[in-house]
């Protein structure tokens, strides 16, 4: 069972917006402004494209935006492409026993 | 090319040992801490160890601490882990990662990973 929660899947319509939710505790989430999220293709390497909860690496589509509220961050796509489909993971760093970072279980984004 | 190929994964029996590596292109090495990062058959990722620029300062999970050890080699461009008594609760996908600080800290956020090598533990 993973550190944080999240939604298994959500699916939605190309051009649709959608928001994927992560859940912590006060030790993770929200404790520190580290919230990361990961898009992963199966068999491609995963690939950054949220940190710090609101920053996005270049290179990385404007289409994609964090945000967080208390022990919850949250992911959000605009104008949904079929490339978006994929499994998101988000990340927390956290203090509990020895530094280090907790993930979500990831949730499989559908594009219909 | 900027990537990290892992490497050395397989079918091991309880109580075995492997070496797992990792190596880059593409980048200054030395500049980056590295990370190991495993994910078990439909579970999250979780972290496993990290190693310092120099290969000086290591952290490890408690699942794996005192079976398993990080090191790298910044001449060959490779990080290592080394897995030693290995359980069945340790096969997973094992992903190594880099730190997207290039100024020799540690922010535990992840820019570059690799595909993965599969761990196969069982008798």
């Known amino acids: 069972q993973s550190a944080l929660t999240q939604p298994a899947s959500v699916s939605g319509s190309p051009g649709q917006s959608m928001t994927i939710s992560c859940t912590g505790t006060s030790s993770d989430i929200g404790g520190y402004n580290h919230v990361s999220w990961y898009q992963h293709h199966p068999g491609k390497a995963p690939k950054l494209i949220i940190y710090d909860v609101t920053n996005r690496p270049s290179g990385v589509s404007n289409r994609f935006s964090g945000s967080k509220s208390g022990n919850t961050a949250s992911l959000s796509i605009s104008g949904l492409q079929t490339e978006d489909e994929a499994v998101y993971y988000c990340s927390s760093y956290t203090t509990t026993n020895i530094a280090h970072v907790v993930f979500g279980g990831g949730t499989e984004l559908t594009v219909l | 090319e900027v990537q990290l190929v892992e490497s050395g994964g397989g079918l091991v029996q309880p109580g075995g040992s492997l070496r797992l590596s990792c190596e880059v292109s593409g980048f200054t090495f030395s500049k980056y801490w590295m990370y190991w990062i495993r994910q078990g058959p439909g579970e999250g990722p979780v972290w496993i160890s990290r190693?310092?620029?120099?290969?000086?300062?290591?952290t490890y999970a408690d699942s794996v601490k005192g079976r398993f050890t990080v090191s790298r080699d910044n001449a060959k461009g490779t990080v290592y882990l080394q897995m030693n008594s290995l359980k069945d609760e340790d096969t997973a996908v094992y992903y190594c990662?880099?730190?997207?600080?290039?100024?020799?800290?540690?922010?535990?956020?992840?820019?570059?990973w690799g595909r993965g090598t599969l761990v196969s533990v069982s008798s």
């Open positions: 990662a880099r730190d997207r600080g290039d100024d020799a800290s540690s922010s535990w956020v992840f820019d570059l």
């Open positions: 190693v310092d620029t120099k290969g000086t300062f290591t």
